[in-house]
């Protein structure tokens, strides 16, 4: 489910980096306005994070029957990343689609194809809901797996400041426990640790603006709402 939600939204996103090369609107290409290039560099750092804890859980999974580490993160880490990563790419998928403009709603472009599919791997094999709460179960009957996560992010600390400071109020969230109420918010702050540790450790180009955007103090809700200092043209050479 992650990685199918991950590659959904490079298939949009791949769709818009085409459109917006060849449509033109005030005398300039899309590409080249300005607040385009914002939205579509968000969509880079969104569809870059999703891809990379995606392949760090398979590669868990992969090494779990040798090493007690892969298999405590990947117990948890499955549950955490196949919340948020199917959860966001409904977003992505709207986002693409705005990008297009009318097109986008239409048929014959194939966005409303994605459209349609993106909810489906956060409904499937377990809901958000059911996935949250595995991450509160797997936290309480074994107890490996907060090991295991708090090493894995621990790991990153010391590269970017927006991390440390997101990685202090997270460990610290993390030993005092969670109830059922708050799972998602908890949750979802676990799984921004993990993109952004695992973005940092692989020395990803993008890593340390997506820090400033997902977890810095400047961040937004909206895509294309980046904080100042973002090097947009670098996470635009990533799908050039």
Not at 43 to 57: C, G, P, Q
Request: glycine letters at 8%.
């Amino acid at each position: 489910c992650m990685l199918g939600s991950a590659g959904l939204m490079r298939m949009a996103l791949r769709r818009v980096i085409h459109h917006v090369h060849q449509r033109c609107a005030f005398g300039k290409r899309l590409i080249e306005q300005p607040l385009m290039r914002s939205v579509l560099a968000d969509l880079v750092l969104e569809a870059e994070a999703a891809t990379a804890l995606s392949l760090r859980v398979a590669g868990a999974v992969d090494r779990a029957p040798q090493d007690a580490h892969e298999a405590a993160l990947a117990r948890i880490a499955t549950a955490i990343g196949k919340y948020w990563i199917c959860k966001r790419a409904s977003g992505v998928a709207a986002e693409a689609q705005e990008c297009l403009g009318g097109i986008g709603y239409i048929e014959d472009s194939g966005m409303p194809r994605l459209f349609r599919q993106s909810p489906l791997n956060a409904i499937w094999e377990g809901c958000s809901n059911i996935q949250c709460l595995d991450v509160l179960r797997a936290l309480t009957r074994e107890p490996e797996t907060g090991t295991a996560l708090r090493d894995e992010c621990r790991k990153a600390a010391g590269i970017d400041a927006n991390f440390d400071a997101a990685l202090q109020l997270g460990m610290a969230q993390l030993e005092a426990g969670c109830n059922e109420a708050g799972a998602r918010a908890f949750v979802e702050r676990l799984a921004l640790l993990l993109q952004g540790a695992t973005l940092l450790r692989a020395g990803n180009p993008l890593a340390r603006a997506w820090c400033a955007a997902r977890l810095g103090p400047a961040r937004a809700l909206a895509y294309g709402a980046l904080p100042d200092g973002i090097d947009v043209d670098a996470a635009l050479a990533r799908v050039a």
